[in-house]
């Protein structure tokens, strides 16, 4: 059947903004593209007198539509043919420009992960919302949320992931890694992450997620100990931040009305480390491992994070990054 030009998204006269185009448009104008090609372009090849590369932004945001989206390396280059407006979001024009294949963005992955510019890009996310007066550094807010890796053995090494490992939650045992974060009190904007194996306890990492410049910092019940209860008085001798933790019902006492109170205000403000997991997990669907082994994912978490900042902090940032 004969397609009429109405057909075509460039000659539709009322056209309805999706969301996914309203989302692009927004992250296009929010992401510091400039900064980001910046650290990746000492380690992208140039081509020499071979086939010329494709320009390091088309890579970049195409890498960055597959944290957003959850695409596959086949999966991407099957959107870029299908759908028009990642093409637009690219830069890449179907009647004259080649469509990377899922080798060459395999490779630049690749490239990321061999010289750790995932935690370079995340790192720089974070100076620009610090220039900007979006991370003040006064309070820090920790939190931890699990990963899950595939538990089952039916694979080519008939084994499970070595680096993942088991954590009980409640009453129910995970399979994966952790994702630990320190989230800034100011605006909820995380400014450390720390990825481990999935049996590493929240209480051991707590100090780890401080940046050190804090004077107050917050946890759930998992970070307590003797040395961080709220009402626990201060000496000269303490060092670091004060820790605010909820108070815990003791055996045959129950919390006094004032402790109730200040846990109810205590979990208002913990309630800003939760929005990046949100983010994380449900607008990026984020819920399962990409790779196998740590270290790959951990790279995929740096820049997951880095995205998630720039998306929690959309409204603040001017455009052009």
């Given at each position: 059947m004969q397609?009429?030009?109405?057909d075509y998204d460039g000659f539709?006269?009322?056209r309805k903004v999706t969301r996914r185009e309203a989302f692009l448009?927004?992250?296009d104008r929010v992401v510091p593209w400039q900064r980001l090609e910046a650290l990746v372009e000492p380690h992208y090849p140039s081509g020499g007198n071979g086939r010329k590369p494709y320009p390091l932004n088309t890579m970049l945001r195409i890498h960055f539509l597959q944290h957003w989206y959850g695409y596959s390396d086949p999966g991407m280059e099957e959107a870029l043919h299908d759908i028009?407006?990642?093409r637009r979001f690219t830069g890449l024009d179907a009647g004259t420009s080649r469509m990377p294949d899922e080798t060459t963005i395999l490779n630049f992955r690749h490239i990321l992960e061999e010289h750790q510019l995932a935690e370079s890009l995340f790192q720089e996310v974070v100076a620009l919302l610090t220039d900007r007066g979006l991370i003040l550094r006064e309070g820090t807010i920790v939190d931890a949320t699990l990963i899950a890796a595939p538990p089952s053995t039916k694979n080519e090494a008939r084994k499970r992931d070595p680096d993942m490992t088991s954590s009980k939650k409640g009453n129910q045992w995970?399979?994966?890694m952790k994702a630990h974060i320190g989230v800034d009190t100011a605006h909820g904007l995380v400014h450390?992450?720390?990825?481990?194996?999935?049996?590493?306890?929240d209480y051991s990492m707590a100090e780890d997620l401080l940046h050190g410049d804090e004077a107050t910092a917050h946890g759930d019940r998992g970070y307590a100990d003797k040395t961080r209860d709220p009402d626990r008085p201060r000496s000269e001798e303490d060092i670091g931040p004060r820790w605010f933790v909820p108070f815990k019902r003791k055996k045959g006492c129950d919390t006094t009305p004032e402790q109730k109170r200040l846990n109810r205000l205590l979990a208002a403000l913990r309630s800003a480390v939760e929005h990046p997991f949100r983010i994380l997990k449900r607008q990026f669907s984020h819920t399962k491992v990409r790779y196998r082994g740590l270290f790959k994912n951990e790279q995929h978490v740096f820049s997951q994070f880095a995205m998630v900042n720039l998306y929690l902090a959309r409204h603040h940032i001017a455009p052009g990054g």
């Open positions: 397609r009429s030009f109405a539709r006269k009322q448009a927004e992250m028009p407006m990642l995970h399979f994966g450390t992450v720390i990825v481990t194996t999935g049996k590493v306890s």
